[in-house]
């Protein structure tokens, strides 16, 4: 049953004794939930490995698309914002709100400017002709090269390389827009005053998902623009 | 909320229908739960009687009319059944009714860690289930409740809609999970320590575990699946280079781990139940508990025994074989456990105690034939007959069903109070229970002879004995009849129930019936083990 006592400043739930358990409490199941998210791009890294394997040519020629310069700076810019959160956190301990809010605000920024790069990766990538899978268009982009007077694409699978590349990236990028959904609503929080130095528990949480969100994209960097 | 006047419970403690849609009372979740999924199951329910009505006969048999029109009709159908029966009813079923409402009480806790996210959880089964239900009036679906690559990505039925059903139900599943190994980590009595706890919340916890571990691989099979559907991004498409067995291998990781989340809590009940009605300690109860977490452990590591002829190498299918008998381990040791229990005890063949026993029995055909199919040379011979529909109808129905049945009726009276009629619910246990042999015992027979599965008609000789199990399906059905009439009378007529009416003596029986809304009126301190009868 939901009801609560006020506890040093903190609401705590009647089924727990007090701010320390039910803080622990809210800790551990954050971790529990950051396991599933591991497992689920888990899925999608096994996949990878498994084609990667079978077919390395496809994916170094794949890899020839992508732009290391803009996953690079994606990928400061993520590390930068990992950063920003942790200065948020710091704030609320310190039970400055506003200086913690803007912390939040700066990382939500980072957010955005990583999704507008991914935004022009991926019109680029459909300008050429570049979609997942079955959809795409060997021809147009064999065009596209031979006027630039590149190579022309021997694989004739690469499709299933930038399946992966979609699938991983935009599976990312979701929980990227999630993760600024969640830090804005901190934000909110913090601002309309609802931490304390004894209570922020859910910028602690939205902090751990933002830096696990960050390590998945660590991670896809290598193996999506590097790899060739 | 306010004060709730002194001898309010759970039920009476609030009124109106929206009091019910917005609680956060662990136990009216509980009773949310088992409405919605006993609904399911009557929906599952009839789409077996309809499959079983149409199997009474082959198809060009004198003088029977056929039910379906034709066999992608029987396929839509048969795939209902099993996208229900599995998603939305054995998985969701003990953990999240039974569990839901007596894990807390077991441990001597006012509500499990998360109150929020379990409400929240129960939205999502319920999400889930109204997609999937919206199916059934598009174009439906007809691949199996498996949905196997490559045909569920050329057939022009729902498939992306009943996955990303089957995608917001494991939402659903992994909440419940999360909730719960906080809530045993998090919020034991005083005194209750993990050696004191009950059986059935050790079972719980194992499964948890699962529900956590293994739901987020299904989670993104099924969301690749709808992106090969709705993208053509060709993971699974041969056509690109994709592997269409690599889905059946994401698909099992889950899967397999996930009859195991049907069949935990089931045997949880059970270790309740025979130690209850036998009046003695549980014998073993260490061997039990780490038992459970055997089984969960290596239920990771047994799905190639689904693949044994989808082209998996000799080796892999060697090493599959053997971890799969490995299960039979601790399995075996619970078996061993519980008979043990009852051996010189004084033993009250009461309703739950009956279902208890039928659980053992059915468990054991359900569990060696398991190892039968575990057997390389074997299973070539019986994949995709009768044989396996019978074995694992006799580990999910004669183990899941009989355990939910009788931790139903054990805790009946502790739910709502009331005490139901003892005789109506021997009957529906003497139906279920002779039904459930008539109608799948048959099928063993029938594998063994060659009938494959998922068909819409077979070859006159095999008749007699599909009638035989037809008939079966009836008596099923009028043991659930009778068991709805045991809780709709029980509800409306029944004794009143005392405190504790078995005599037992974990933490649930010694509040009051039904609990209060805080679950005890003083905090219990623990001082023993769970089975401490003298």
């Keep these: 049953m939901s009801t609560s006592r006020v506890i040093d400043g903190v609401n705590v739930q009647t089924h727990y004794r007090d701010v320390e358990h039910q803080l622990s409490a809210a800790k551990q199941g954050i971790w529990l939930f950051m396991v599933t998210e591991i497992l689920m791009f888990g899925g999608l890294f096994v996949g990878y490995a498994l084609y990667h394997m079978r077919y390395p040519e496809m994916f170094a020629e794949g890899a020839r698309f992508l732009d290391w310069r803009l996953g690079f700076i994606n990928t400061l810019v993520l590390i930068f914002s990992s950063f920003t959160v942790v200065v948020g956190i710091y704030y609320c301990q310190a039970n400055q709100m506003k200086k913690a809010a803007a912390a939040l605000g700066v990382t939500i920024l980072c957010g955005v400017i990583f999704m507008v790069i991914k935004y022009f990766e991926y019109t680029h990538k459909f300008h050429m002709g570049i979609y997942p899978g079955n959809m795409l268009d060997l021809a147009k982009l064999n065009h596209h090269l031979a006027e630039a007077g590149e190579p022309l694409i021997k694989s004739t699978n690469l499709g299933l390389y930038f399946g992966f590349y979609y699938c991983m990236s935009g599976l990312h990028g979701i929980h990227v827009i999630l993760g600024m959904s969640l830090l804005g609503w901190c934000m909110f929080r913090a601002l309309r005053g609802d931490f304390n130095a004894n209570y922020y528990t859910a910028v602690d949480g939205v902090g751990i998902f933002w830096h696990i969100v960050d390590l998945v994209w660590i991670f896809l960097f290598p193996l999506l623009y590097l790899v060739g | ?534």
């Design chain 2, 1 to 534: 909320m306010g004060h709730s006047a002194h001898g309010d419970n759970y039920i009476t403690a609030e009124k109106g229908l929206m009091s019910w849609f917005t609680t956060l009372d662990h136990k009216r979740i509980g009773i949310l739960y088992f409405v919605s999924v006993m609904s399911f199951f009557l929906i599952g329910g009839i789409a077996a009687l309809l499959l079983r009505a149409e199997l009474f006969s082959y198809n060009a048999a004198p003088n029977v009319g056929e039910i379906f029109k034709n066999g992608d009709v029987y396929n839509q159908v048969l795939t209902y059944h099993g996208a229900i029966m599995v998603f939305m009813v054995i998985i969701p079923g003990i953990p999240a009714i039974l569990g839901n409402f007596f894990l807390p009480l077991q441990i001597g806790a006012k509500d499990v860690a998360f109150p929020k996210l379990n409400l929240l959880s129960w939205y999502c089964l319920m999400a889930g289930a109204a997609l999937a239900v919206t199916t059934m009036f598009t174009t439906r679906i007809d691949t199996g409740w498996t949905f196997y690559t490559p045909y569920s990505i050329r057939t022009q039925t729902a498939v992306s809609m009943m996955v990303v059903a089957a995608f917001i139900m494991g939402m659903s599943s992994i909440l419940t999970g999360l909730n719960f190994i906080v809530t045993v980590h998090k919020l034991r009595a005083p005194g209750m320590t993990m050696h004191r706890m009950p059986l059935f919340v050790w079972a719980l916890y194992s499964t948890a575990i699962i529900q956590v571990l293994a739901t987020p691989v299904l989670a993104i099979t099924l969301l690749l699946l709808a992106a090969e559907r709705t993208f053509g991004v060709g993971i699974f498409d041969p056509k690109l280079g994709g592997d269409p067995v690599l889905f059946q291998h994401f698909f099992w990781f889950y899967s397999h781990p996930a009859v195991y989340i049907m069949i935990l809590p089931a045997m949880g009940i059970v270790s309740e139940l025979i130690s209850t009605f036998s009046r003695k300690v549980i014998f073993g109860y260490t061997a039990i508990a780490y038992s459970s977490l055997g089984i969960a452990a290596v239920s990771f590591f047994v799905w190639g025994h689904h693949m044994y002829v989808s082209g998996q190498s000799e080796l892999a299918g060697t090493v599959f074989s053997f971890l799969t008998m490995l299960v039979g381990v601790p399995t075996a040791i619970k078996m061993f456990n519980w008979i043990a229990t009852m051996y010189k005890g004084s033993i009250q063949f009461a309703s739950p105690m009956l279902y208890a026993m039928g659980f053992i029995f059915l468990f054991a055909i359900g569990g060696v034939t398991g190892i039968i199919l575990a057997t390389l040379a074997l299973d070539v011979h019986f994949h995709d007959t009768y044989f396996v529909v019978a074995h694992f109808h006799y580990v999910m129905v004669g183990g899941t069903l009989m355990a939910i049945m009788g931790g139903f009726y054990y805790w009946f009276p502790k739910m709502f109070g009331k005490m139901y009629n003892e005789f109506a619910a021997q009957l529906s246990f003497v139906f279920i229970f002779i039904g459930f042999n008539v109608t799948f015992f048959p099928q063993f027979i029938l594998g063994s002879m060659g009938m494959p599965r998922r068909y819409f008609d077979y070859i006159p000789a095999y008749q007699p004995l599909n009638r035989i199990s037809t008939v079966g399906s009836w008596l099923i059905a009028i043991g659930f009849l009778i068991a709805l009439y045991t809780i709709i009378d029980g509800l409306i007529n029944g004794k009143k129930a005392p405190n504790n009416p078995w005599g037992a003596k974990t933490l649930e029986w010694q509040t009051t019936s039904p609990p209060p809304v805080l679950n005890f009126d003083h905090e219990p301190v623990v001082t023993a083990g769970p089975y401490e009868y003298k």
